[in-house]
């Protein structure tokens, strides 16, 4: 488990920095009560040197020798080596035990009469050390156990909200991606926690349009596929005249070239949405592009009794796929088209807004009521079902501009009042 291999990481450095510090702690306590010691032995040589005093050229301890710190012992002897006078300040004979020991010379007119030779019994400094040593022995397993508990506890709470995110994913399934872990906080797990629900409503929101995407797609296709089958049914049920035969293989191959346009159309949208639909992009020049389409879409223009022209305000070049923008130009025309009444008029305009180029496809139709605006790109969304049905419309044109605009790196809007027409506007940013 993740806890207890944390738990453990963090024991075993604390381990070693424990030890460390307690080695550390140790020997510079031990070193520090010999230098001490060695300190005070050096310091009562120096007072005792000062008090010698000489008869006849032999030393001997002068007042104040008999004032030794409790626990030392000084002797005086000889150049020779005997022992001359000695003072002793121990209480009682101390055990065996080691013994810090200091000789010094003594000297009188640069002549020396003998050595002064100071101890002290080292038992207070081993005691100390002993008492110190098992103080760590003590503390630092007992440390070691209370900071494992701890770990523990603590690397459980900050680990509780992973081990939620883990049930949740564990219970999330296609049928239901609903649910959400809902987690509270800025640190990093409910920075993951908020993340992972983020990635869930992405998901749940892939899911849901492509079930919506997958009925529309059913319920269109089904549509055409019934007529046809109707259509073959009432042509098998009785003999017909060849006028006949031929007015409903007529029908039958404008149905079948509506289905065409309809699986084409599902076709790019399902690749768009893969990834797998690459634009050729090149340099184009907006203004010819445009004259092009408009010539292309004249002559529908004229059979539907609606004036199309264009107009170039200022010439713009983009970086883009020729024969993706002409579709889009050419679906936004035809839905300018299909909207307008006789009498009416269909205007391309092309202009620049800062580094874009812009080309608005403006119509004196019928217009699109407010309700109805935000969903006008939406797959399959119709203002007017039956209208659009009848007119050979599949409710996926829209859909497809907006994707073409966007993968060029555009965008595309629409405004609209109803019986005062429809401006659609696209944005593509310019080449230079």
């Known amino acids: 488990m993740i806890r207890v291999r944390l738990t453990a990481w963090y024991v075993g450095l604390l381990a070693l ?20 010691l060695n300190h005070s032995l050096a310091s009562e040589a120096q007072r005792l040197i000062a008090n010698i005093e000489l008869e006849s050229g032999v030393p001997q301890f002068g007042e104040g ?3 030794l710190p409790p626990g030392m012992l000084a002797t005086l002897t000889d150049s020779a080596g005997a022992v001359l006078d000695t003072t002793d300040s121990r209480l009682s004979e101390p055990p065996a035990s080691g013994w810090a020991v200091l000789n010094v010379p003594v000297e009188r007119d640069d002549l020396v009469h003998g050595t002064l030779t ?15 040593l098992l103080l760590i022995l003590l503390a630092v397993p007992l440390t070691l156990a209370l900071a494992s508990a701890g770990g523990l506890f603590l690397a459980g709470r900050a680990l509780a909200p992973i081990d939620r995110i883990t049930r949740t994913a564990a219970s999330i399934s296609v049928d239901d991606l609903s649910r959400r872990l809902g987690a509270r906080g800025t640190d990093e797990v409910g920075r993951l926690a908020h993340t992972f629900d983020d990635m869930l409503a992405r998901i749940e929101h892939a899911f849901q349009r492509q079930r919506q995407f997958t009925s529309d797609a059913s319920h269109e296709l089904r549509t055409p596929l019934t007529l046809l089958t109707s259509q073959i049914d009432v042509a098998l049920a009785r003999r017909r005249t060849a006028a006949d035969y031929e007015r409903i293989l007529r029908s039958l191959r404008a149905d079948t070239a509506r289905m065409s346009q309809l699986v084409g159309e599902l076709l790019t949208l399902a690749r768009a949405d893969a990834g797998q639909q690459l634009l050729s992009t090149e340099p184009l020049d907006l203004g010819a592009l445009v004259h092009s389409v408009v010539d292309t879409m004249q002559p529908l223009a004229e059979r539907r009794g609606v004036q199309l022209s264009h107009a170039v305000e200022i010439p713009s070049s983009v970086h883009g796929d020729q024969t993706r923008l002409s579709q889009l ?35 004196t139709g019928v217009g699109i009521a407010a309700e109805h605006l935000p969903h006008v790109f939406e797959r399959f969304y119709r203002v007017d079902a039956a209208r659009a049905r009848a007119d050979g419309g599949s409710g996926l044109g829209l859909a497809i501009c907006r994707w073409i605009a966007e993968a060029h790196g555009g965008s595309l809007a629409v405004r609209s009042e109803l019986q005062r027409g429809s401006t659609f506007t696209l944005r593509l940013p310019r080449f230079t």
């Open 118 to 132: 100071i101890a002290r019994s080292t038992a207070d400094v081993q005691a100390a050390t002993r008492q110190l």
């Open 17 to 36: 920095i424990l030890t460390a510090f307690s080695a550390f702690l140790y020997f510079s306590f031990a070193q520090g009560l010999h230098d001490e």
């Open 329 to 363: 130009l050419i679906n936004l025309v035809d839905n300018g088209l299909r909207y307008t009444p006789r009498g009416g008029m269909v205007t391309v305009g092309i202009g620049q807004e800062d580094s874009s180029a812009v080309v608005h496809v403006r119509d």
């Open 65 to 67: 020798s008999d004032t």
